[in-house]
């Protein structure tokens, strides 16, 4: 049994790799054997935060919100190490004015926003999971929070600032996630049949030298009593890639520590 939580022989795809969560994931996944395809729309910050390509490790510059770059990914891998096992869509961007207040946050922002977390993830399961649809399985994650399922504590908040504005969590950030988690559902049902699952990871807050005032109020919003760390994501992440979770599919598993139970 201990072996199903392995990913040895696997060939996993994962989007927003460069990133907080994503570096730790990659880390995770290669060690439980996986081979990584490594995507990011930033190619210096690829090599400078997973270093070079190895065995296991292959970089790829792509825009998630262009189904061409995501093609060119596509046909990389898959000249190197064939089709992919699991997709993890984990990019997610921020637009210039992020934390601008819901009254005035302009539309081309908003639409920003969403074309890498909603409709960047829908291209990846378009050109990576009608792959894996083909051949019969695979497994799909998608990087959720818990800001898809409930709305802000706007209190936690207060006296967090961001390049001297203050800090919230936009509305468009709840909107994608939630989005998402429609998507998740719809495919899990839709390629059910195919073998394809399709699940989800809600992680709350994940620690990254947050102001000390914040790391209190939201840890006291937490039965835990801590905020997550880049690798309890990952290892959410790699239970439903691997085999361990093969009879899970249109799950959301919330990894906030008790965050959204009370
Ligand atoms: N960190 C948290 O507290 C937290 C909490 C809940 C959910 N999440 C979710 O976890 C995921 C990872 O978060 P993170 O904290 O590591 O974020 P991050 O900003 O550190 O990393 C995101 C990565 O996505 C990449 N990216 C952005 N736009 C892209 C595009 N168009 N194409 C390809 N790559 C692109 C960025 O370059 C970056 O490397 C996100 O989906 C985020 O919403 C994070």
């Given at each position: 049994m201990a072996d199903a939580f392995r990913l040895d022989g696997k060939t996993v795809v994962l989007t927003g790799a460069a990133g907080v969560i994503g570096t730790q994931v990659v880390l995770a996944f290669v060690e439980a054997g996986a081979r990584v395809c490594a995507i990011d729309r930033n190619p210096a910050l690829l090599k400078q935060k997973l270093g070079p390509e190895h065995g296991s490790l292959m970089h790829c510059a792509a825009d998630v919100s262009s189904k061409e770059a995501l093609l060119r990914a596509r046909k990389k891998l898959e000249s190197k190490w064939?089709?992919?096992d699991a997709l993890v869509n984990n990019a997610a961007a921020r637009s210039l004015?992020?934390?601008?207040?819901f009254e005035t946050l302009d539309v081309a922002e908003w639409n920003e926003v969403m074309a890498v977390n909603l409709t960047g993830a829908m291209l990846a399961c378009q050109v990576f999971g009608s792959a894996m649809a083909d051949r019969g399985r695979g497994s799909i994650v998608n990087t959720l929070s818990v800001y898809g399922i409930v709305g802000p504590?706007?209190?936690?908040?207060?006296?967090s600032l961001h390049l001297g504005k203050p800090v919230n969590s936009p509305a468009v950030y709840g909107a994608s996630k939630a989005g998402l988690w429609g998507l998740t559902r719809y495919l899990a049902t839709y390629w059910g049949k195919r073998g394809v699952r399709v699940n989800a990871v809600s992680t709350g807050a994940v620690s990254n030298g947050q102001s000390e005032e914040f790391v209190r109020n939201y840890s006291s919003q937490v039965p835990l009593g801590r905020m997550a760390e880049a690798d309890d994501v990952a290892a959410a992440m790699r239970y439903l890639a691997s085999?361990?979770?093969?009879?899970?599919?249109?799950?959301n598993l919330v990894v906030d520590g008790g965050r959204t139970a009370w």
């Open positions: 064939g089709t992919a004015n992020y934390f601008e207040p504590d706007q209190r936690i908040y207060e006296g085999d361990a979770s093969k009879h899970v599919t249109g799950h």
